[in-house]
């Protein structure tokens, strides 16, 4: 029997993948554990520079998750959605 991992495995591993791919372009990163709350947040030189939320293959965002994007923007926040597939960045939109 193969042992398939689990969504919440596969999701753990794209956000590690994530936050590897801004650390080689300089960034700070923290992984975010919040429902709700984009997966990574992305700093330089300490301040905030945007947040992430990861998503694999066509997982959507939810309304709820779309809902708190909105909200972090109107308070000055950028927030990126980035689609993981077998382990390949796809896809990097602000939303």
Do not use: C, W
Not at 23 to 31: F, I, S, T
Not at 33 to 56: A, Q, R, S, T, Y
Not at 86 to 92: A, F, H, L, Q, R
């Amino acid at each position: 029997m193969v042992n398939e991992k689990s969504p919440e495995q596969r999701g753990r591993e794209n956000e590690i993948l994530v936050a590897e791919y801004y650390r080689k372009q300089g960034y700070d990163v923290l992984n975010v554990n919040e429902k709700g709350f984009p997966d990574l947040i992305v700093l330089k030189d300490g301040k905030i520079e945007f947040l992430v939320e990861v998503k694999g293959g066509s997982h959507p965002v939810h309304t709820f998750q779309k809902e708190l994007h909105e909200q972090l923007r109107r308070m000055g926040l950028k927030v990126k959605v980035v689609r993981v597939i077998n382990g390949k960045i796809v896809e990097e939109t602000t939303s």
